[in-house]
């Protein structure tokens, strides 16, 4: 069994900042890309930013500049830096992560449950 457990979402001001982690536990052999989705209310999930195991990154055109997302291998964890929030990157934001457990051959794809991050004065 595999969970992925998100955590650091919360309120904050426009032009505030927040982390947002997410550690994947359980039993994992390897994981490649892990990433950030979110999802607004009457949009669709999008992808905000993401990271091979190697470390490269791909984000949103909107985010460019002002999120920063990083992993810790050791630790199976991905973080995203958010800074100067506005009041459009309110959403839940899930994690996502492509990873293989032991007893099987294959990479799937898992999901944390979200974290709401609300931008509001």
């Known amino acids: 069994q595999v969970q992925l457990v998100e955590s650091g979402g919360g309120l904050v001001q426009p032009g505030g900042s927040l982390r947002l982690s997410c550690a994947a536990s359980?039993?994992?052999?390897?994981?490649?890309?892990m990433g950030w989705y979110r999802q607004a209310p009457g949009k669709q999930r999008e992808l905000v930013a993401g990271?091979?195991?190697?470390?490269?990154?791909n984000y949103v055109d909107s985010v460019k500049g002002r999120f920063t997302i990083s992993r810790d291998n050791a630790k199976n964890t991905v973080y995203l830096q958010m800074n100067s929030l506005k009041p459009e990157d309110t959403a839940v934001y899930y994690c996502?992560?492509?990873?293989?457990?032991?007893?099987?051959?294959?990479?799937?794809?898992?999901w944390g449950q979200g974290t709401q991050v609300t931008v509001s004065s």
């Open positions: 990271i091979t195991r190697g470390g490269s990154t």
């Open positions: 996502n992560a492509n990873l293989r457990i032991l007893s099987s051959d294959r990479f799937h794809a898992y």
């Open positions: 359980g039993s994992i052999f390897s994981i490649i890309d």
